[in-house]
C-alpha cells in the first residue's frame, strides 16, 4: 500500500504539484482535473491496486491532494468533517422539533377531551 500526498499551488494558469515526502514525485497541468490524473498515474507507477483520492482547496491557489493505492480505506476529506459538523448542529434542532410536536400533541389531545369531559 502507498500513501501519497502532494502539494498543488497555481501560479498564473498552471497548477504544479509536489510530493511532500520520500521520493520525487512531480507534475503540472492546466486544470486540477488533468493535475489528479497526472499523479494517480505517477502513484500508480510505484504501486498497484485499488486507488483512493481526495482534492481538497486550502486557498483558490493551493491544495493538498492525496493519493491511497492498494486499500479500500478512503483518505478523510474536509468534507467528511464539515459534514460532521453539520450533523452535530442539526440533531439539537431536530430534537428540539420532535419536542415540539409532542407538546402540539398534547396541546390537541386535552382539547378533544376537554370537550368530553
Request: proline share 3%; aromatic share 6%; glycine share 10%.
Amino acid at each position: 500500500m502507498g500513501v501519497y500526498v502532494f502539494v498543488c499551488r497555481k501560479s498564473g494558469s498552471e497548477w504544479s504539484a509536489k510530493k511532500t515526502s520520500g521520493g520525487e514525485i512531480e507534475a503540472s497541468a492546466s486544470s486540477t482535473y488533468d493535475l489528479q490524473r497526472k499523479l494517480v498515474q505517477a502513484a500508480l507507477s510505484g504501486d498497484s491496486g485499488v486507488v483512493s483520492s481526495a482534492f481538497n482547496l486550502v486557498t483558490p491557489s493551493s491544495a493538498v491532494f492525496e493519493v491511497i493505492v492498494g486499500s479500500i480505506a478512503a483518505p478523510a476529506t474536509a468534507s467528511s468533517v464539515s459534514d460532521g459538523v453539520v450533523a452535530a448542529s442539526v440533531a439539537p434542532a431536530a430534537e428540539e422539533k420532535k419536542e415540539e410536536l409532542e407538546e402540539s400533541d398534547d396541546d390537541n389531545m386535552g382539547g378533544i377531551f376537554d370537550i368530553f369531559g
